[in-house]
C-alpha cells in the first residue's frame, strides 16, 4: 500500500496583494491631500468657462496650451518633490529594526517586498494625476474642447517623470537607513554637478589667469535642470484672428531617456534591496563600500563650499582661500566619520 501524498507545487508570489492595499490606506492623507488640492484645478477651468461671455472659434488650441505649459512648467519640480515624499513613506520601515525585523520576518521573498513597494509608491504618484487629468478632460470634454493628442504626451510625459523621479528616491533610500539622510542625498544628487560645477569654476578663475569662472555646463547631470533646459513647449499666435494656431510639444526624447533611466534606477534599487542587510537600519549608509565614498564627498563639498563663503565674509586672498578650503575639508571629513560612527568622538 502506498503512502504517498501528492503536493502541489509551491510558488512564489511577486506580488502581495495585502501589503499593497495596507500601503496605501496607511498613508492615504499623502496621496489623498495632493488629489484633493489638485481638483481645484478643474474647478477653477470649469468657473473661468463658464463665465465667459464671448464665444472661442477652437478652445482645444486653449486646452491644448494649458496642458503643455502644466507639463514642462509645473510637472517635473512638483514630481520630484512628491515622489521622494512617496518613497520616504513606501521604504519607511528600512529605516528602523524593529519594523525592517518585522518585515524581513513575513513569509514573502524581498522580491515580492520590493516589487510591492515600488508599485505602491507609483500608485500614490499616478492616482493624483490619474484623478486631475481625468476631470480636466471631463470638463474640456463637455465644452467641446477636448484634444485626445495633446492629453496622450501630457501623460507619456507625466508616466516617464514619475518613473525617473520614483527610481532615483528608491535608490536614495538604498543607500542610507536614516530617515532624514534620504531628502539630502535626493536633494545632493538632482542639484550636485551644477552646484559643484559653479564652485570649481568660481576658484578656478581665482588661479589661473584668463580663464572665466562660468563652470563646464555640468547640468545635465542634473535630472530637473536637464528637463527644465530641453523640454518646452513651442507655439505660434495668429495676430489675424487673435488665437493660438499651432502648439508643439519639444524635448520628448530627453523625457524619453529619463524614463528608461528610472526605470534602470529601479533595477539598480532591487539588486541594492536584495543585497541590504537588515542591520544596515538607522545607519547613515548602508553599504560598507560607500563609506568611504561618503566620508570624502562631505570633505570636498564643505571644503569647497564653507572654503568659498569664508572668502566672502572674511574678504581672504588666494592664499587665504586655499587655506581655508583643505581647513574645512579636513573638518568636512572628520564630521562624516562622525555620521557613519553615530559618535562625536
Known sequence: MSWEVSSMPSKRSSFNWTLFKKDLSRFWPLWGGVTLAGCLIPLYLLLELMSRTSPVKDLSLDFVRFLYGAVTAFAPAFIMCYAILCAMVVWSYLCSARSVGMMHALPVDRRCLYLTGTMAGLAMLVIPFAVVG????????????????????TVAAVLLMILL????????????????????LYLLINFLAPLLDALVGSLTSLFLMGVEGSGTGLTFLSPVMAIYENFTYTAEYDNMTGE??????????????????????????????????????????????????FRYGVALCSGLALGSLTRLVLGLDELGLAVSVMLWGVAGCFVGQMFLSKSVR
Open 244 to 293: 493660438w494656431a499651432e502648439l508643439r510639444l519639444e524635448g520628448m526624447a530627453v523625457v524619453a531617456v529619463c524614463g528608461l533611466l528610472g526605470a534602470a534606477l529601479l533595477a539598480l534599487g532591487y539588486l541594492m534591496y536584495r543585497r541590504r542587510q537588515s542591520e544596515s537600519a538607522g545607519d547613515v549608509v548602508a553599504f560598507r563600500f560607500l563609506r568611504p565614498v
Open 165 to 184: 523621479f520614483f527610481g532615483l528616491a528608491t535608490v536614495c533610500a538604498m543607500i542610507t537607513g536614516n530617515i532624514f539622510a534620504i531628502p539630502v
Open 134 to 153: 481625468g476631470l480636466l478632460c471631463l470638463v474640456m470634454a463637455c465644452f467641446g474642447g477636448f484634444a485626445p493628442l495633446a492629453v496622450l504626451e
